[in-house]
């Protein structure tokens, strides 16, 4: 656990998590897994700036996505994959077709959801995969009462959901109500985690996601099978932990 005294702090942190993978990877080209969300965007900014001033470079590597909605083509305005482009790897020296998520608009969701597995194991694995969490410690769209064991996946997306979606989609009724979204299991066979969040609103998740019980209520505390996992938060976000 790193509790870091602001955003930028916080940044850095999950930056050098990424550079080091990309240095160790050298050769082959690492693996990245990527969150979308407000959370891992301070570190994206990061890596941009670090790429054009440093020369810092992700040629050769390999990304994938955590989830995309249901019905959205990739190039919709809220698909995340055109999230990851706008905020981070249009930025940088990655190829664009090794930017891998889920297709929304895949005829067969089921069948996407198990190629998407596949194409992961494929690659070799994630050597790092960085995540957020939801104030009800869902982790990608696990929400609570999901399988710890389960791998990528249609989800239906509740309605407190959809309602939060609401505001990036002009009316409730333009809000995909499925996603495709890594399972836990899926998330933990990557080889080294950061879970990066901040304020307040995350403290009870976070607290869980430390030192609660291993339950399908708190699907991020299924994390705590994983050997190796660094928490990057701000001292709001840790302000539940004893
Ligand atoms: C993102 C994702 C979500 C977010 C979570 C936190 O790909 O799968 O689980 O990580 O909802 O979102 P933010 O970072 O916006 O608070």
Partial sequence: IHIVADASEGAKAVADAIEST?????????VLGLATGSSPVPAYTELIRRHREEGLSFAGSRAFLLDEY??????????YHRFIRENFTSHIDIDDAAV????????????EAAAYDEKIREAGGVDLQILGIGSNGHIAFNEPGSSLASRTHVVGLTQGTIQDNARFFGDVSEVPVRALSQGLGTIRDARRIVLTASGEGKAAAVAQLVEGAISARWP????????????VIDEAAASQLE
């Fill in 100 to 111: 891998v998520s889920p297709d929304g608009s895949a005829e067969d969701p089921a069948a």
């Fill in 220 to 231: 991020a505390t299924s994390l705590q099978l994983h050997p190796e996992v660094l928490v």
């Fill in 70 to 79: 249901v019905g959205l083509a990739a190039g919709h305005e809220q698909s």
């Fill in 22 to 30: 990309l240095r160790g990877a050298a050769g082959s080209g690492a």
